[in-house]
């Protein structure tokens, strides 16, 4: 359940991302809530791995590449291939996570 709502947090978020990048949205007036969300995403998969991790999930171990992309994620800019590329990967984790899990 706690993998569920992490990786539901986090395609919110890639998928508000992806819909400011292609101009679909802008956030511009409420910039705070990319960061808001990101907060929440990166909050929720810290505690999914560690409970996953506890519980023996395979998920656990899955979510901590993850923790160390969101780690570096803000320090690359909003908009760049690199950003991109950062949650791309961390997109990868969480697939592989919902198909050892289901």
Not at 2 to 21: D, E, W, Y
């Amino acid at each position: 359940m706690i993998f569920s709502v992490a990786a539901a947090l986090f395609a919110a978020n890639l998928l508000l991302g992806v819909l400011v990048q292609f101009n679909v949205v802008d956030t511009k007036p409420f910039r705070w809530l990319h960061h808001a969300l990101f907060f929440l995403v990166a909050a929720s998969a810290a505690i999914a791995a560690a409970w996953g991790i506890w519980q023996g999930e395979p998920y656990g171990w899955l979510l901590l590449p993850v923790l160390a992309l969101y780690f570096f994620l803000p320090k690359i800019r909003a908009g760049t291939l690199g950003h991109a590329a950062l949650a791309g990967f961390a997109s990868i984790f969480y697939a592989a996570g919902f198909a050892l899990t289901f």
